[in-house]
């Protein structure tokens, strides 16, 4: 029997009959000092036999998980991308010559805070912008337009402060599921002197890039066309786009003309008449996942996978009109697009 499949019961079974063959003749039942000596070690047994078995999961990639996983990808040369803090501008008002040091601490409501990154003086206008970073790395300082608004300590001389623009570019710590494909990625692809699946791991390897797509000679001999979505498989900001173009530059081969880019979105929009209950909510939630999952790879919208996307809904038991983009045939996707979630009419019959 292999570690992975030992039990309690087995190793005292074990431990028993091990018991049995030596000049121990006291009885090993339940309740005597035997039994409870030899059961009180068998569970000790087995859970050493469970981490033997954990251990074999954690060295092989596909079943490893957190810094096990880490680890395996690291020796592939695949590090799992760290989390990045949002950064946004705010706009900082107060006394003319009031003084912004560098590291400044502003916050929104709930406490969120944001340090300034460098040092500032307010003009005579009264008001000045400054580029703020978010203490906390992650998403979760990806706030909206206007809630940057508090001062969580006094500033000499500054009144108040505001964000005109969401804060941007907060990306959470790459997944494991997303390390993982990278890792197999490397492993199982040929990526050797600035081929395509050279230039797909560079991409993903910016923290922030979540998918890419490679053009190989899209504008004649010696050009690359890159093109990327981010972490969340949305279309990638201008930053982001700028931070991959500059890590690829650092690494391609020379003589390459390299493009940095984002698809382009597609709009789709669906129209139905639909038998059942209103599902236009969860509906839209469904469609938009299996954009986010499968559109970068789609050559097409398919009509029928709408439909039956749009059958799968709890509460739908049928349909009939259903156009997309006003049409009733499947949309073409180019490489350079990418399908999103428009419109959305739904007419419960």
């Known amino acids: 029997m292999s570690f992975e499949q030992q039990s309690q019961s087995d190793v005292l079974a074990r431990l028993k009959t091990d ?46 998980w957190g810094d096990y996983l880490t680890m395996r990808a690291s020796e592939m040369g695949v590090t799992r991308k760290a989390a990045v803090s949002a950064t946004a501008t705010v706009t900082v008002t107060g006394t003319a010559n009031s003084q912004i040091i560098s590291g400044s601490l502003f916050a929104t409501a709930e406490g969120l805070q944001f340090r300034t990154l460098a040092d500032a003086t307010i003009p005579a206008a009264g008001t000045i912008d400054v580029a703020v970073q978010c203490t906390t790395t ?19 001389g500054v009144t108040g402060v505001t964000n005109a623009s969401a804060a941007t570019e907060g990306y959470d710590e790459e997944t494991d599921s997303s390390l993982l494909a990278r890792y197999l990625l490397q492993v199982r692809t040929p ?118 996307l749009l059958l799968s809904q709890t509460g739908v038991t049928d349909y009939s009109g259903l156009t997309i983009n006003g ?23």
């Open 19 to 64: 018991l049995a063959t030596t000049k121990n003749t006291q009885s090993a039942i339940e309740g005597t000092f035997n039994g409870d000596m030899l059961s009180a070690n068998s569970i000790e047994f087995a859970a050493a036999y469970n981490e033997m078995n954990l251990l074999i999961q954690a060295a092989f990639a596909d079943t490893s």
């Open 138 to 156: 992650g998403t979760a300082g990806n706030v909206d337009a206007n809630t940057i608004t508090s001062i969580p300590y006094s500033i000499p």
């Open 191 to 308: 990526s050797t002197s600035g081929n395509k699946y050279h230039y797909e791991e560079w991409a993903l390897a910016v923290a922030g890039v979540g998918q890419a797509k490679i053009l190989p000679l899209w504008n004649g001999n010696g050009t690359v066309k890159v093109l990327i979505l981010n972490s969340n498989n949305q279309v990638a900001s201008a930053a982001l786009i700028a931070t991959t173009a500059a890590y690829i530059e650092t690494l391609r081969p020379i003589g390459a003309t390299v493009t940095v880019d984002t698809p382009t979105a597609l709009a789709i929009n669906i129209s139905a008449t639909i038998t059942g209950t209103d599902v236009t909510t969860a509906f839209t939630t469904a469609l938009t996942s299996y954009f986010k999952t499968y559109g970068f790879s789609l050559s097409a919208v398919s009509i029928a996978k709408i439909g039956a």
């Open 327 to 349: 049409g009733s045939v499947n949309i073409p996707v180019t490489d350079t697009e990418l399908p999103v979630v428009g419109t959305v009419t739904l007419n419960v019959a």
